[in-house]
């Protein structure tokens, strides 16, 4: 019988509204939800569930990652998947079953596994990622153990492989870990794993004691019921009602049609209006095209049975355009070679839990419509595919290039299917290709294409002869894939000779053009140049396999030799970006001086990160009513704001209220951030916006998904009437002279005389080198809830770093009192700096809105709007005239830099002093500088981990590398020639020297750079450039120096009636192990009144949030040492305990022998003593800075063709003293180098021609993934010379690690150096192959320009003229 939409919708009217799931086997009836509602805004506002995390809304973070499990009552079957719960319409997963990282473990009913092991091996810092991650591990050990043909795995492991393990991940952003121990935790499960293999862990002492799985937390497959029995019945009792036929929830705002039929009748009907009704697959087209209004109508085509057909027939394979991307893979995999090729590159968009649930039709539709830079439009058009669609009655059958020629199709046109014909394989060759940062996915692609050749053999030329031809190329820039058909006839029925390729490459040019405002364009076309060439050389004999590795003299050691930890030295000569296996070393001394403090414990609260139940801001239940808020920014640098109007749109109509500079109360000032001595900003833009991104109001809703769209609603009117156009770069602010003033205590100091050092020196030199901006990135984004109290006070929790002077400016905002203001921070999900000055901001705007309203309110910034407000790290701008002499010894060095600081002072003012005390690991001789902070209109730029330090120590590297280049000898010649001695140390460092002892970076640089390890690495390096023209190959040491300086810092110690022990301090735990430290710090201090030391109150201590009426003077978090600071602050707090109660102990033993530490307390309680101590901790100045040192060894391998850098290995030695957590350091160490990575490589934080930046999501902005950190990663923590002046002998891990990375841009020169001089490449002012600059980041399109964007054509054109070797 057929229905009509309004039937239905009465019908199921009651039914309709409700969607029925079971979230951890728990029922949820969710009735009248907005059908816009997310699967993750539902879990999370209706349910307890706070495992999965906002971090990106578009699909691209992993933080929401959830399990979904269907039920399929025919056949009684459950298929389970991960999904990002960030894109899924709860609407649509009706009747299904969702797993959290709650719902697999948790404190009360005992933590899983996976949860386990991700603390064991310290895989878990800021937290905010790991429930995420926690699901993406699950759902592959879920997917692993139900392939019946596996092989039973031994007892504690899962039928996972590690190459499966290393992928599971793939699709999951951490910012804090690097990533090295998730992927252990992971691997740990996989049968195949050698455990020895496996980083530093809590099960075993790696090295000392064996590892076997019997000493992991026990896995069990299947353990967790991933779909209850209620929900199994439920189906199956609506499925009887419903004679048999599967439940459709339809109503008048979902609908959920059964037939094609049902769709058009619901097309013809009124009810159906394309603008306000959205058709959805399965919805991850949202994370790509963000919807820009509010949609109250969906329907949902997934219920088409006829949309979900897989038929695999002699003739080929059709795939309905429902089938998901996984599935697609799953079923192609098992074809023949194309077909498996095709899977191959499908396994590479986006990331498992987006595959699973993206449809291929969805895809092919936002390419056909939308102009979606699609891989699978490219790969199945390459395969002659076939589509069939739906208009009106009528169903078509046309090849995908007629689909894709088409003019964009509406929104009524339905796509039935797709059809891949089976290719005989016989003289049929099959490639893919695309480049993209990230290699397994994740990231879309410059160019991607897909080629299909039938060859025979041409006995004349002895060639190949090219019979036909199909090339396909997209994503450059384009409307849509196409076919390179000029070059395709040229090709056909030629013999495939190297001018043959070279003509065709030419008329490639031709056809690949990128329409105006791609990016990159260039770099694109040669990119399909390089993409051809590979593909066709292939199939001739006179040219080489491009990507051909030297087996035999290219090699690639792993340098010690050592092949104990289970990989084979042949595994590492096939260098395969797209899969190289991860390997690890740690080495770490553990002292017990001090024990527990030495010890690597696991950080505090690992496990309840892991499981979801680590409370962050946003999942603090919010009191009644809430309201939320949204940022209106600019979109101009310099304007009148002349009036902010709403389009007329539904999202409007949840606008509540708009706070403005207007309603910052009476007595309160308009101010966003402030440090004392350095300058403020504004809260919001009051009549003039100084910058594109600045604050004008706050748009308030009801929910936090109704502000954000609401906001994206706003317009805002501007005029530039009588205003100065704005500056925007720094060399408009230096030929405008606008600049902030450097204040002088904060100003560097010039070394000696740099005319005279000039006059000393044989040569001179001079260059610029630019450094770009970073975002930092944190997971969690900027968020605050503001409560408003009684008697004019107010609650704040924020997620934030400094929280002290948060409290003061929100107290200064509204015109109250500090002590009216209450700041709470317990734990931030990842700050790095961005959550210094700009939480501020929010707390700000959260507490004047809320004051305002009389309501509670919350701002959780979008990434959008987070990316865009803050500013993140100072573009900067180095000249340099360099005098040295003839033997490499510099004399004389003057620096130009220039800062592009932004439009307020921020912190900026700090920079200066960092950039050059990095930059003096070497001593120059003379130094002169001249610094100047631009104040410009773009967003104010502020602090991100080493701000300044990780800038100088690369402008270092820059010069002595040009200075090596220009003597034509080794790097590592002149950076041991210009590191410092003692002597010369103390002259460009003074007080923070310490004592002579204490300077090891010259014996640490030479113990790396001249061992006899990497003399062979690097002759190693040198062979395999020598015998590979497409790849090549740099090593780099680099050392560095980082001057820390410590702060007063406040500690509370407060033992309860039982023992249990709270401890309080000013420093925020922002995944630094701070409270790891201080729990350790707290056993140890109060340890004199135990008989073991104090290990036995390790578990009695809670380190508790930051509130700032508790304790005051918190300052803020960062510069290294909050650790050290606050551990001193406890330990002297610890020390008053220790005094009151020895006498009590001491009493006690006279009566007994032994006390224990619960009797001492109760005894100490029953005599009132008292049992809460604090302590402001004040270090002493003459010692209160002093250096960090560390070195890092990097290897990389640059394809010449494509600019994609694979970092083969990295070795770093940090001296982090002696180390009050190896463990915790071990972390530092490792992810401020993964960060480094991301800022000297691939993280471009790019703005337009306002200054407004527009890589403002995951689409555009690549941090670090999985698969693009060292493929070997070994850190050293050494203790280079005890020092007593310290904090227990320890020395800082935080921010200096970053510095390393440089070691990564730096091993990149060696290898494109080495290209360069391959192919005569002599681009660059220098005009020279083997000197030339390079800036930060170094992008794809950087590496490849460097290399020579046409060295295709001059190898092509070589080989042609018989010039070169054919076999190079
Ligand atoms: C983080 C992320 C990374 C990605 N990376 C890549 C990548 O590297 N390479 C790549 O190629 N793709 C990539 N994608 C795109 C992804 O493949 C698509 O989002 C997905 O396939 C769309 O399928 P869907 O079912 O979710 O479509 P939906 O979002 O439901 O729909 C998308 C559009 O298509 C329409 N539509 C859907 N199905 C049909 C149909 N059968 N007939 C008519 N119209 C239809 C919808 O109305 C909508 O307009 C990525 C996506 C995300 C979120
Ligand atoms: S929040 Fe869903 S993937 Fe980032
Ligand atoms: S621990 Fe992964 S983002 Fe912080």
């Known amino acids: 019988m057929q229905r009509r939409p309004e039937e239905v919708a009465a019908a199921t009217a009651k039914a309709a509204a409700t969607v029925v799931l079971a979230v951890n086997g728990k029922r949820y009836e969710a009735a009248g939800v907005d059908p816009s509602t997310t699967l993750l805004e539902f879990l999370r506002t209706h349910t307890p569930v706070r495992g999965p995390k906002l971090g990106c809304g578009e699909g691209g973070c992993g933080a929401c990652v959830v399990l979904v499990s269907q039920y399929n009552s025919a056949t009684d079957e459950v298929t389970e998947f991960s999904a990002s719960s960030c894109l899924t319409l709860l609407r649509s997963i009706d009747r299904c079953s969702v797993t959290t990282s709650e719902g697999i473990g948790n404190t009360k009913d005992g933590y899983h596994a996976v949860q386990q092991r991700l603390s064991g091996f310290h895989a878990s810092q800021c937290g905010f990622c790991t429930p995420g991650i926690c699901m993406s591990i699950f759902s592959a050990l879920v997917k692993a153990d139900k392939v019946a043909s596996r092989p039973t795995p031994p007892t504690g492991f899962s039928k996972l492989t590690t190459s499966e393990a290393e992928k599971a991940v793939s699709g999951n952003l951490c910012r804090c870990t690097g990533y090295r121990p998730v992927v252990d935790a992971c691997k740990s499960f996989a049968a195949d794993v050698d455990l020895e293999d496996l980083g530093l862990n809590c099960f075993w002492r790696k090295g000392n004691e064996p590892a076997t799985v019997s000493k992991l937390p026990g896995y069990n497959s299947g353990a967790v019921c991933t779909f209850p029995e209620f929900l199994k019945s439920e189906i ?45 697959a399965s919805n991850t087209g949202s994370g790509v095209y963000k919807d820009q209004d509010l949609y109250d109508k969906y329907i ?101 290039e007629d689909f894709l020629q088409q003019s964009p199709c509406d929104s009524r046109t339905l796509l039935m299917s797709i059809f891949i014909p089976n290719w005989d394989s016989d003289g049929i060759t099959f490639e893919t290709f695309r480049a993209a940062p990230r290699p397994f996915g994740n990231a879309v692609s410059y160019v991607n294409s897909a080629f299909l050749a039938r060859t025979s053999a041409d006995a004349a030329s002895g060639e190949n002869l090219m019979e036909d031809i199909c090339l396909v190329f997209g994503a450059y820039g384009i409307d849509h894939a196409i076919r390179a058909s000029k070059v395709e006839a040229f090709l056909k029925g030629k013999p ?29 076309i040669s990119l399909a140049v390089s993409f051809l060439f590979t593909f066709l050389s292939s199939l001739t004999k006179s040219v080489n396999e491009p990507a051909k590795v030297n087996v035999i003299n290219g090699s690639y050691t792993n340098g010690t030799g050592d092949t104990s930890s289970g990989y084979s030295l042949k595994e590492h000569l096939k260098v395969d970006r797209n899969y190289l296996p991860i390997h ?56 009148h704001v002349k009036g902010i109007n709403f389009k007329s749109s539904l999202a409007s109509q949840k606008v509540i209220t708009v706070i403005t500079a207007k309603d910052i109360p009476r007595g309160g000032q308009n101010i966003g951030s402030s440090y004392p001595m350095l300058g403020e900003e504004a809260l919001f833009a009051d009549q003039v916006v100084e910058f594109a991104g600045q604050n004008i109001g706050v748009v308030i809703a009801e929910t936090q998904w109704y502000a954000y769209m609401a906001a994206k609603q706003a317009v805002v009117e501007y005029s530039t009437e009588n205003l100065q156009p704005p500056i925007l770069t720094i060399e408009d602010a230096i030929q405008q002279n606008s600049y902030f003033q450097i204040p002088t205590f904060l100003s560097p100091k010039p070394v000696g005389d740099y005319d005279q050092g000039v006059s000393e020196a044989d040569h001179t030199l001079s260059a610029e080198v630019k450094l770009e901006s970073q975002y930092h990135f944190y997971m969690e984004t900027q968020v605050a809830l503001a409560i408003p109290d009684e008697d004019n006070c107010i609650t704040i929790y924020s997620s934030a770093q400094f929280v002290e002077i948060t409290q003061d400016l929100v ?21 790095f700096g961005g959550k210094a000055m700009k939480a501020i901001h929010i707390a700000c705007a959260c507490a004047v809105a809320a004051f305002k309203l009389q309501r509670p309110v919350k701002m959780y910034l979008d990434r959008k709007t987070d990316m865009i407000i803050v500013g993140g790290r100072h573009p900067m701008k180095a000249k340099y005239s360099v005098g040295f002499k003839s033997d490499g010894r510099i004399t004389a060095l003057h620096l130009d830099l220039g800062l592009n600081a932004g439009t307020a002072p921020d912190l900026s003012a700090i920079l200066p002093t960092n950039i050059i005390s990095s930059f003096i690991k070497y001593n120059w001789g003379a130094l002169a500088f001249n610094i100047k902070l631009c104040k410009t209109n773009v967003s104010s730029k502020t602090t991100m981990r080493a701000p300044g330090d990780v800038q100088g ?44 002892s204490t300077y090891t970076l010259a014996t640490m640089f030479d113990k790396l750079a001249l061992s006899p390890d990497y003399q062979h690495r690097a002759t190693m390096v040198e062979h395999f450039n020598n015998s590979n023209k497409w790849k090549k190959r740099g090593i780099s040491c680099v050392p560095i120096t980082f001057e820390v300086r410590l702060r007063a810092a406040p500690g509370k110690v407060s033992i309860m009636n039982d023992g249990s022990i709270a401890v309080e301090v000013g420093g925020v735990e922002i995944g630094q192990g701070l409270w790891t430290k201080v729990k350790q710090m707290t056993a140890f201090g109060l340890g004199q009144l135990c008989a073991d030391g104090g290990e036995c109150l390790l578990d009695k201590v809670r380190v508790i949030q930051v509130d700032t009426l508790s304790v005051i003077q918190g300052g803020f978090t960062g510069g290294s040492t909050t650790s050290e600071n ?33 009797a001492l307390i109760a005894e100490a309680s029953m005599a009132s003593a008292n049992l809460s101590a604090h302590a402001y901790w004040n270090p002493d100045p003459t010692s209160s800075s002093y250096l960090n040192y560390g070195a890092g060894i990097s290897e990389v391998e640059v394809d010449v063709l494509t600019g994609a850098t694979t970092i083969l290995r990295s070795d770093l030695v940090h001296d982090c003293g002696q180390s009050l957590n190896p463990a915790v350091d071990l972390g530092q160490v490792e992810g401020a180098f993964i960060q480094g990575v991301g800022f000297f490589t691939d993280e471009e934080y790019k703005t337009n021609a306002d200054g407004m930046v527009i890589h403002d999501g995951t689409w555009t902005y690549k941090i670090p993934t999985v698969d693009t950190i060292p493929k070997q990663f070994n850190v050293e923590l050494i ?48 005009n020279s192959a083997v000197t030339f600059q390079m800036d930060v980041p170094a992008t794809m399109p950087v590496v490849k320009e460097l290399c020579g964007l046409d060295v295709v054509e001059r190898y092509l054109q070589s080989v042609s003229a018989g010039t070169s070797s054919a076999t190079a």
């Not at 390459?382 to 995908?400: D, E, F, M, N, W």
């Not at 001394?589 to 801001?617: R, T, W």
């Open 811 to 831: 107290a200064r905002c509204l015109g109250i009192p500090f002590h009216n203001v209450r700041v709470i921070t317990r734990r931030v999900g990842g700050g």
């Open 1279 to 1326: 203790n280079s010379a005890p020092d007593k002046k310290r904090v227990l002998s320890s020395k800082a891990s935080g921010e200096a690690p970053l510095l390393l990375a440089s070691s990564v841009h730096c091993a990149m020169r060696e290898a494109i150096r080495a290209a360069r001089k391959e192919f005569s490449v002599c681009t660059g002012p220098a």
């Open 300 to 400: 949902d085509i997934k219920g088409i049975p006829e949309l979900s057909v897989i038929i695999s027939s002699s003739k080929g394979i059709e795939l309905g355009s429902v089938v998901s991307i996984s599935k697609a893979i799953e079923v192609l995999s098992d074809g023949n070679l194309v077909f498996r090729k095709i899977a191959d590159h499908l396994s590479k968009v986006a990331s498992p839990f987006v595959r699973n649930t993206a449809t291929i039709g969805g895809n092919i539709i936002m390419a056909q419509r939308l102009s979606f830079e699609s891989d699978i439009a490219t790969v199945l058009l390459a395969a002659g595919t076939t589509v069939t669609i739906q208009v009106a009655s009528k169903r078509l059958c046309l090849t995908l």
């Open 953 to 996: 120590s690369f402008i270092a590297e820059a010069i002595i590398e040009h200075v090596a280049s220009v003597l034509s000898v080794d790097t590592n010649t002149i950076r041991r020639k210009n590191l410092h001695d003692f002597k010369s140390l103390a002259v460009f460092y003074g007080e923070s020297v310490g004592e002579a």
């Open 496 to 524: 495939v000779s190297s001018s043959v390729i070279l003509k065709a490459v030419q008329l490639l040019k031709e056809t690949v053009s990128p329409s105006e405002g791609t990016t990159h364009p260039e770099y694109r």
């Open 1126 to 1158: 606050s551990c001193e602050a406890v330990r002297q707090s610890c020390l008053i305990l220790v005094e009151r109660l020895k006498p009590v102990k001491e009493s006690l033993e006279a009566k007994g022998g032994t006390v224990e530490w619960s």
């Open 584 to 639: 690890s070393r740690q080495e770490m001394v553990f002292g017990d001086e001090y024990k527990p403090v030495g010890k690597p414990i696991k950080k505090v609260g690992a496990e309840l990160q892991a499981s979801g139940e680590a409370v962050y801001v946003d999942d603090i239940p919010v009191p009644k009513g809430c309201l939320y808020g949204a940022f209106i920014y600019s979109t101009r640098p310099h304007a």
């Open 236 to 280: 199956m009792s609506s499925r009887e009602n419903a004679n048999g036929a599967a439940v459709a929830v339809s109503s008048d705002d979902w609908y959920h049609p059964e037939s094609i039929e049902e769709l058009h009748r619901l097309f013809d009907s009124n009810w159906f209006d394309e603008n306000s009704v959205k058709i959805v």
